[in-house]
């Protein structure tokens, strides 16, 4: 089964729907994901009982967002968040860059936006619960 394919079967067992609502471009919200270029979107994903607020951002000439394309932009934050667990406060330390001709404010926005999706993800999580989170998780391979 692909990958969206088995999106789609998760989001129909579990009831799962979307409102999509476009936030324009420019800078994305404070402490949520994002880049100048890209459209951004509010997505208020719903289940019985429960709903969350989510934000994305995708290329300009991306089409029409589903509820699958969502789901799987979260799987992939949830599992980027997960891989780089523990390295956020190493590399925060400016000890880390002395000496180092770097420029320590293109570390910084990353790990801005690390937070902000690890944020998200965290809400995610909150939201499906953590059986069906794992579940979705596990099924794209990545540890839960």
């Known amino acids: 089964m692909n990958n969206m394919a088995a999106l789609e079967s998760f989001i129909s067992q579990n009831n799962i729907s979307m409102q999509l609502s476009r936030i324009g471009r420019g800078s994305p ?17 719903k289940r019985p009982g429960k709903q969350v607020n989510v934000y994305v951002a995708v ?10 394309d969502v789901l ?11 891989m780089l ?8 330390r400016t000890e880390f860059f002395e000496g180092a001709e770097v ?17 998200q993800t965290q809400k995610f999580r909150a939201f499906l619960g953590t059986t069906l989170y794992n579940e979705l998780i596990v099924q794209f391979g990545f540890a839960a």
Not at 59 to 64: A, H, I, L
Not at 72 to 82: K, T
Not at 103 to 119: A, G, K, L, N
Request: charged fraction near 30%; include cysteine.
């Open 103 to 119: 420029d320590v404010s293109m570390f910084e926005e990353f790990w801005d936006e690390y937070r902000s999706r690890c944020h």
């Open 59 to 68: 290329p300009p000439e991306e089409g029409r967002l589903t509820a699958s």
């Open 85 to 92: 667990k523990g390295y956020y406060g190493e590399y925060q």
């Open 72 to 82: 799987f932009m979260l799987i992939l934050d949830a599992s980027g968040c997960e």
């Open 29 to 45: 919200p404070q402490g949520e994901p994002g880049n100048k270029e890209a459209k951004r979107y509010k997505c208020l994903i």
